[in-house]
T-cell receptor, first 112, second 113 residues
Framework: GESVGLHLPTLSVQEGDNSIINCAYS??????FIWYKQESGKGPQFIID?????DKRQGQRVTVLLNKTVKHLSLQIAATQPGDSAVYFC???????????FGKGTKLTVNP | KAGVTQTPRYLIKTRGQQVTLSCSPI?????VSWYQQTPGQGLQFLFE???????NKGNFPGRFSGRQFSNSRSEMNVSTLELGDSALYLC????????????FGPGTRLTVL
């Protein structure tokens, strides 16, 4: 169902376009970051991760960029497809807290 | 290798009842973390179990509890259910070593009437 009280940022793109989903994280001590994709009715699915000693990592059609100076993470999806439509979450892990903290998520809609 | 499984997938309870949810991690994984997902609060960490011990805990009341068995399977229990406990409960498994990736199950959808 749709969110009530939690206004998810939304991004709508055309099939074939590149998508960029942004995330601001809060803890400067976080040393590991993950992007998850969650489709309706399913659990979050791991997409790609990056450690704090890197600023870029590439996977298949996805790239994660990390800017520690401004505590910003982005996920780039190349040639976006209808199957990419989902809610995307960034998560940060801090060795100090030993737990994963999730962002609020961004809803991506790909129009055919 | 089989993924994380959760049972049941759907559950309907009434206020005041209690509920037990089950999670079987990926074979070889020793850490199980539980999360509550609601439209209002997003994904919130409940607790993590590693080798049968609670290793980390989120900010939830004592009505939420869990345990882990020697085969790494985990259960979480919610007592004295409230309407606000309606949510998708997700578990995630990992090897438990440092920042190893967590893999999620499909979740249990709990509805409290």
């Amino acid at each position: 169902g749709e969110s009530v009280g939690l206004h998810l940022p939304t991004l709508s793109v055309q099939e074939g376009d590149n998508s960029i989903i942004n995330c601001a994280y809060s803890n400067s001590a976080s040393d590991y970051f993950i992007w998850y994709k969650q489709e309706s009715g399913k659990g979050p699915q791991f997409i790609i991760d990056i450690r704090s000693n890197m600023d870029k990592r590439q996977g298949q059609r996805v790239t994660v960029l990390l800017n520690k100076t401004v505590k910003h993470l982005s996920l780039q999806i190349a040639a976006t497809q209808p199957g990419d439509s989902a809610v995307y979450f960034c998560a940060e892990f801090s060795g100090g807290s030993e737990k994963l903290v999730f962002g609020k998520g961004t809803k991506l809609t790909v129009n055919p | 290798k089989a993924g994380v499984t959760q049972t049941p997938r759907y559950l309907i309870k009434t206020r005041g009842q209690q509920v037990t949810l089950s999670c079987s991690p990926i074979s070889g994984h020793r850490s199980v973390s539980w999360y509550q997902q609601t439209p209002g609060q997003g994904l919130q960490f409940l607790f993590e179990y590693f080798s049968e011990t609670q290793r980390n805990k989120g900010n939830f009341p004592g009505r939420f509890s869990g345990r882990q068995f020697s085969n790494s399977r985990s259960e979480m229990n919610v007592s004295t259910l409230e309407l606000g406990d309606s949510a998708l409960y997700l578990c995630a498994s990992s090897t438990g070593r440092g920042t190893d990736t967590q893999y999620f199950g499909p979740g249990t959808r709990l509805t409290v009437l």
